[in-house]
């Protein structure tokens, strides 16, 4: 059964920093490219950034360029999101998901269940 679980949201000041993390089980992956998404209310999902799992080759949304950094640890199965200088825009719950590129929702396969980052002014 494969899994994606998220962890590391929760509230923070503007400006401030969190570290998202997202733990995959249940098959091998390396084919596959590892995403970050977000959903605001009311919104749709959008695509934040995303890191081949087996070159580590990265993507961002322009959104987001510059602030967040996506990683991976092959050896946990695990891949990271740092989020920094956070703006109230980026009020958000973000969820992981693995895929096949090009990284739209559509060709998404897995989905983790999503982590709450609130921004406060």
């Known amino acids: 059964q494969v899994q994606l679980v998220e962890s590391g949201g929760g509230l923070v000041q503007a400006g401030g920093s969190l570290r998202l993390s997202c733990a995959a089980s249940g098959r091998t992956f390396s084919s596959l490219a590892m995403a970050w998404f977000r959903q605001a209310p009311g919104k749709e999902r959008e695509f934040v950034a995303a890191i081949n799992w087996s070159s580590g080759n990265t993507d961002y949304a322009d959104s987001v360029k510059g602030r967040f950094t996506i990683s991976r640890d092959n050896a946990k199965n695990a891949v990271y999101l740092q989020l920094n200088s956070l703006k109230p825009e980026d009020t958000a719950v973000y969820v992981c998901?693995?895929?096949?590129?090009?990284?739209?929702?559509?060709?998404?396969?897995?989905w983790g269940q999503g982590t709450q980052v609130t921004v406060s002014s």
């Open positions: 998901g693995a895929g096949l590129r090009p990284l739209v929702a559509s060709n998404i396969l897995y």
